[in-house]
Nanobody, 119 residues
């Protein structure tokens, strides 16, 4: 099992920044690819970014490039998502996810953390 606990969400004014955290634990998380998704009620989940734990290699959805940065701290077993220049459209629930290297599906999910950007 891989256990994921998100934190860091909150209310931020448009143009501000926010960093979300995901505490990771489990037997084999070092072999995982970590990811961030976001989902608004009534819409499909949207991929934001991914990072391979072992190498730190990152990937981003094209629409997320420039304002979103994924990173990880090996010593703290934590994955981060930094968001800058926040927009009202960024208001939704953000989820930390994980998949095992070599698999195509993200199978582990945190409970989510709410980000709100007033218009």
């Amino acid at each position: 099992q891989v256990h994921l606990v998100e934190s860091g969400g909150g209310l931020v004014q448009a143009g501000g920044s926010l960093t979300l955290s995901c505490a990771v634990s489990g037997r084999t998380f070092s072999s995982c690819v970590m990811g961030w998704f976001r989902q608004t009620p009534g819409k499909e989940r949207e991929f934001v970014a991914g990072i391979r734990w072992s190498s730190g290699t990152t990937s981003y959805a094209d629409s997320m490039k420039g304002r979103f940065t994924i990173s990880r701290d090996n010593a703290k077993n934590t994955v981060y998502l930094q968001i800058i220049s926040l927009k009202p459209e960024d208001t939704t629930v953000y989820y930390c996810t994980a998949r095992m290297t070599g698999r195509s599906q993200y199978t582990y999910w945190g409970q989510g953390t709410q980000v709100t950007v007033p218009s």
